[in-house]
């Protein structure tokens, strides 16, 4: 599904979002940067082994990454030149500022990405593999936060929502 707000075209595909065709994916990682399982390990694989390079030098720098907050690297291997990397937060019944810090993974994400000028990107299901954020939760969040950013800044061209499964596509279909 295609929609367009303000000039940026919104897409809801299902897929694999090593495979999107855009500037930059976003990897939903973990607070070393360090690859790991779902949409981490597979960007990390995919992407090669200078992805783990730069995060380690940017871990080196900076020390782990807090949740909510992003880095860019590039994209190795990947057709995207860029991967901005984000630490979703662990679903604790929603007791732990959970919406705040998700929306801030988006939100973090698109102004590093508008620094960067990059003008097209992917975005996975944040948080809601291993770290348990309910499927239809996280959704709403995403799209509310993309919405509300793309709303005040027209700077990036093509947004995409990647749903790996079925059940994440439909719920975005669905609005979240």
């Excluded at 707000?5 to 299902?14: A, F, G």
């Excluded at 597979?42 to 080196?60: F, M, P, S, T, V």
């Excluded at 954020?133 to 709303?151: G, H, I």
């Amino acid at each position: 599904m295609k929609f367009l707000l303000n000039s940026t075209v919104i897409e809801i595909i299902q897929g694999d979002i090593t495979q999107s065709e855009v500037a930059c994916i976003v990897n939903a990682a973990n607070t070393s940067l360090l690859g790991g399982g779902g949409v981490d390990g597979a960007i990390h694989r995919a992407g090669g082994k200078q992805i783990l390079d730069e995060c380690i030098r940017i871990r080196n720098a900076q020390g782990n990454c807090p949740t909510g907050e992003a880095v860019i690297t590039t994209g190795g291997k990947l057709k995207a030149k860029y991967v901005i990397h984000t630490v979703g937060p662990v679903w604790n019944d929603g007791k732990n500022n959970e919406r705040e810090k998700l929306s801030n993974c988006y939100r973090n994400t698109l102004n590093l990405a508008v620094e960067k000028g990059i003008k097209s990107i992917a975005f996975p299901n944040i948080s809601t593999g291993i770290y348990g954020y309910p499927k239809d939760k996280a959704a709403e969040v995403a799209l509310k936060t993309v919405v509300e950013f793309v709303e005040k800044n027209e700077t990036i061209e093509r947004i995409q929502f990647v749903c790996f499964d079925r059940e994440n596509y439909d719920i975005y279909l669905g609005g979240g």
